[in-house]
């Protein structure tokens, strides 16, 4: 089974409007760490926000924030505010107990395109 | 501070040689993970390395195969290269411990087989 799944390969958005991106996730572990990335044209992954799975509020990080409901085990980034630079990758991972031996495990992706 | 490097950074190789990447984490992490991205596509997990010793393995054949040095650099070698093998390689490195940590990537090599 997939550990990190997101549904949309790609996705549009007018600039100043806000996107949300969906990933949901597999585990059975109750501590795990959820995160997102980004990974414009030229190739390089920059970490964008973090959610522990015991973290009662959502994360916020500028205007990216992430939409955690466990009972569904889905941790969707909204950005809002589009800019034109947001065009990129999106891949969202987690993280389970690295003393057990896992790493981490990152989903395909969603291509977003900001619109002027 | 430095973040992870790789190099190269562009590498050139004709199928059945060999390829050789290397990797340098960030100073203080003693993980290094190793990602395969084809062109257009998700990462794929290839190895992970902590304290030197090989602490797991994605579903990819033994011609791909690396080691972690003494000082937590990491070099991932492919033997036989076939065209499939063309991609982007990710390197990343974290601290070993902690759910809150997350992985900083490199720039990646990008391995080009003719």
């Known amino acids: 089974a997939q550990k990190i799944t997101q549904t949309q390969p790609g996705m549009f958005v007018q600039e100043k409007e806000a996107v949300t991106l969906d990933c949901t996730y597999d585990?059975?572990?109750?501590?795990?760490?959820l995160f997102w990335y980004k990974q414009p044209s030229s190739g390089e992954m920059i970490f964008l926000i973090y959610?522990?799975?015991?973290?009662?509020q959502n994360a916020t990080e500028g205007r990216y924030s992430l939409n955690f409901q466990k009972a569904r085990k889905s941790a969707n980034l909204v950005i809002s505010a589009s800019q034109l630079g947001d065009s990129a990758m999106y891949f969202c991972a987690m993280r389970e107990d690295p003393l057990a031996g896992n790493q981490f495990y990152f989903g395909t992706g969603t291509s977003l395109t900001v619109i002027p | 501070e430095a973040g992870v490097t790789q190099s190269p950074t562009h590498l050139i190789k004709t199928r059945g040689q060999q390829a050789t990447l290397r990797c340098s984490p960030i100073?203080?992490?003693?993980?290094v993970y190793w990602y395969q991205q084809a062109l257009g596509l998700g990462l794929q997990f290839l190895l992970w390395y902590d304290e030197g010793e090989e602490r797991n393995r994605g579903n990819f054949p033994p011609r791909f195969s690396g080691r972690q040095f003494p000082n937590y650099s990491s070099e991932l070698n492919v033997n036989a290269l076939e065209l499939e093998d063309s991609a982007l390689y990710l390197c990343?490195?974290?601290?070993?411990?902690?759910?809150?940590?997350?992985?900083?990537f490199g720039q990646g090599t990008r391995l080009t087989v003719v």
């Open positions: 990343a490195s974290s601290l070993p411990t902690g759910l809150n940590t997350e992985a900083f």
């Open positions: 959610q522990g799975s015991y973290d009662e």
């Open positions: 100073s203080g992490h003693t993980s």
């Open positions: 585990t059975s572990d109750q501590s795990y760490g």
